[in-house]
């Protein structure tokens, strides 16, 4: 922040107090803008009475507008302080709630009040970075962005998992994907994307798992699986190193070394499921050909890993309704995950789509969904099909991958899980 001004300048700065402590006439405080904090001085003989008063009521989270003068100090962080001429208290607070070793459940409550901390200041930041690194790449690419809605009356991933509400006395859905508004508007232009919030009515209670969470969706026509995972390392790999190479003080503030984020080249490797099924018989783990790999396996598959591998071709009946069935093997779905390394699981999940509407018809009907509730999704198919392929990307779990956070939450101002929607 304030580090910019050479010792000598006189500075008007306002914002929040950090840090305050008082000793007879000398008030410390630490002043926090969103640029940064810095240490400020404040003498009683220097300020008056009155005003070194009302100044020495600031609470920690008060605001306040001062004016004072660029000097050194060799015990203040970065060497400098400001020794303040005049303070003008805008509202000296009430004690602030919020102090260390406080539970969880509490921190949760407070959530308002919690993202103040530096910690996630940063975060937040970081997630700014790489939503508008993402955006950067897929305008490169050309890939343009589409606004579909979230209210919906299809439940596209399976209507187990989907909050249903009352929409005019009709049942209606909170979208758990962008993906098939993402097909219709891939006809006219090609090259769609969406960024949207996606709903989850799971109730997994696990590190990973979000009820709402931002989800980055990508549709590509005249695409196959090998030009999808190309298009998605790539994607990964280039927005990923331009957040560690613009947030290098967050990311080190975070934990998290900024080089080993700028690393990660790809190809990024490829694995399909019945391999993986044999490296984890290697490593002790029995999955049998039709399972679906379980976070622990999932884990063991990634611990060695320094950048995100993609498992591919997975049994059909695993997947959705939507997924193509792979050319030379009718048991597997032409499709990847792409997984995060260290155990963070699944970040990303991709696949060719199915173009025939009899085999879509044959799958919702295997899921126990009836096929009328799709027949304007396959009214697209209907007029000018082309083969295409799309992907789904959750924001949050890149990030917790990114930034190594135990819980998926701490990448969300206000998390939605099954226990909690407020504040
Ligand atoms: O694998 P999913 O369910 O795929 C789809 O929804 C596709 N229709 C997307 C597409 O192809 N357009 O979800 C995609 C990604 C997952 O890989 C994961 O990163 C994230 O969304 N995700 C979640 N993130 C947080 N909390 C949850 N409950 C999530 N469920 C999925
Ligand atoms: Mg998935």
Redesign the pocket.
Known sequence: MFAEPAVGTSVRLHGWVRRARSSGGLLFLVIRDRTGSVQVTAKRDVLGEEAFQKASQLQLEGSLELEGTVATDPRAPGGREVRATSIHVIDAGAPFPIFKDQTEEYRLDKRHLVIRSSEHVATFRVKAELLAAFRRFLAAEDVLEMTPSVLTGNA??GGSEAFQFDYFGRPGYLS?????Y?EALLVPNERVYALTP?F?A?K?RTP??????L?L???LAWCDLDSLLEFIERMIATSVAEVAQRCAPELKELGRAPEELTSLAPPFRRMPYSEALDRLKEKGFDVSWGSDLRTAEEAALTMEERAPIFVTHFPKELK?F?MLETPSDARTAEAA??LAPEGF???????CRETDIAKLTERLRANNVDPAEYEWYFEIRRHGNVPHA?????????LRWMLRREH?RETTPFPRTPSRHTP
């Open positions: 596209a991933e758990q994907t962008a993906q098939l993402l996606s989850r799971e997994s990973r798992h979000l009820t709402e969470y989800h969706e990508v549709e959705a939507y995950d792409l699981g699944e970040i990303v999940g991709a696949s799309g992907f789904g990307l959750g924001v949050e779990r890149v998926i």
